[in-house]
């Protein structure tokens, strides 16, 4: 089974640019997680999906954050204007349901993003 | 005070020893208490998990969860060098509607010397 795939791997980019990053799911999940892994610490929850409607997008900076889940599959999380706290690794999770098994969440390897 | 809270090390122990792993928690409405493991350069991947209080055994490792303390351990057997890596403790509850999220501590760095 493939597991969930992330691009790009890594990304440098200047204060103020824009980025985007892409996440495909494993094969029939229906939720679909992005988290923000700063250095040093864990990963904390940016906004989570079930099928193409956002469940929780509660610690999503939404001035500078947005992300799309478009026909409940690939998934884009874009910051623009990027600021320098933005660096990160910035990880994809996937899992068949939120719903009763909190344990069976797969994550992809992640972007690394440095703002310059 | 944070919901999560553990020792980010760095932890050093030679080829062999017994390491112990520890988290504690303020949120009495957790039910579900994982162990990830995070290799450099990966994403997390699941060790262990554990539903409410007791001790879970797989392998060299072991799980344990204590809710009137509010502390969990994961305790890890004849330590090898592959086990060098961040282990991180998740924590989860109903967040609604029987819906789940994670809660993740700092993560603890081990490496094992040969």
């Known amino acids: 089974e493939a597991g969930v795939a992330q691009s790009p791997r890594y990304k440098i980019i200047e204060k103020r640019q824009s980025v985007a990053f892409w996440c495909n799911p494993i094969?029939?999940?229906?939720?679909l997680y992005w988290y923000q892994q700063i250095l040093g610490q864990g990963p904390k929850l940016l906004i989570q999906?079930?099928?193409?409607?956002?469940?929780?997008d509660s610690q999503l900076p939404k001035d500078r954050f947005s992300a799309e889940r478009l026909k409940g599959v690939d998934s884009t999380l874009k910051i623009q204007p990027a600021k320098l706290e933005d660096s990160a690794v910035y990880l994809c999770?996937?899992?068949?349901?939120?719903?009763?098994?909190?344990?069976?969440?797969?994550f992809g390897p992640g972007t690394r993003l440095t703002v310059t | 005070q944070k919901e999560v809270e553990q020792d980010p090390g760095p932890l050093s122990v030679p080829e062999g020893a017994i390491v112990s792993l520890n988290c504690t928690y303020s949120?009495?409405?957790?039910?579900?208490f994982m162990w990830y493991r995070q290799y450099s350069r990966k994403g997390p991947e699941l060790l262990m998990y554990?539903?409410?209080?007791g001790n879970k055994e797989d392998g060299r490792f072991t799980a344990q969860v204590d809710k009137s303390s509010k502390y969990i351990s994961l305790f890890i057997r004849d330590s090898q060098p592959s086990d060098s890596a961040t282990y991180l403790c998740?924590?989860?509850?109903?967040?609604?509607?029987?819906?789940?999220?994670?809660?993740f501590g700092k993560g603890t760095k081990l490496s094992v010397i040969p």
């Open positions: 999770a996937s899992s068949f349901t939120s719903f009763l098994r909190p344990y069976e969440q797969y």
């Open positions: 554990t539903y409410s209080s």
């Open positions: 094969s029939g999940h229906a939720t």
């Open positions: 999906f079930q099928n193409n409607g956002v469940v929780d």
């Open positions: 949120n009495s409405a957790f039910q579900y």
């Open positions: 998740a924590m989860s509850s109903d967040s609604g509607a029987g819906s789940y999220q994670l809660t």
